[in-house]
């Protein structure tokens, strides 16, 4: 089992910037794959970005690229999420996932979710 607990969410203005961090806990972080997704109201659950377990292989969607920046730190259990000139379309609930071994872009994949944090963005 991977545990994962997300934080940083909040409300910005639209054009500010906010870092989500996702802390993991239980197995060996190092051995998966990490993933953002999110989900708006009324939407259903979108991929944002993920990241190979050694860094070295990222993907965004396009409404990520260029504004959003995946990043891990094995020997802190964590993957951040840096997200510049965010935009109202932007707001929903963000959550972190794990998937053991290779890197993916479609939710089944995952096998660990956290419970997500907010994210607003004002116009």
């Known amino acids: 089992q991977v545990q994962l607990v ?3 969410g909040g409300l910005v203005q639209a054009g500010g910037s906010l870092r989500l961090s996702c802390a993991a806990s239980g197995r060996t972080f190092s051995g998966y ?3 953002w997704f999110r989900q708006a109201p009324g939407k259903e659950r979108e991929f944002v970005a993920a990241i190979s ?3 070295g292989t990222t993907y965004y969607a396009d409404s990520a690229k260029g504004r959003f920046t995946i990043s891990r730190d ?9 997200m510049n000139s965010l935009k ?3 707001t929903a609930v963000y959550y972190c996932a794990a998937a053991p071994g290779k890197t ?3 939710a089944t994949m995952y096998d660990f979710w956290g ?3 907010q994210v607003t963005v004002s116009s």
């Open 6 to 8: 997300e934080s940083g």
């Open 33 to 35: 794959a990490m993933g």
């Open 53 to 55: 377990w050694r860094g």
């Open 74 to 82: 094995n020997a802190k259990n964590t993957v951040y999420l840096q």
């Open 88 to 90: 109202p379309e932007d």
């Open 104 to 106: 993916a872009t479609i």
């Open 115 to 117: 419970q997500g944090t």
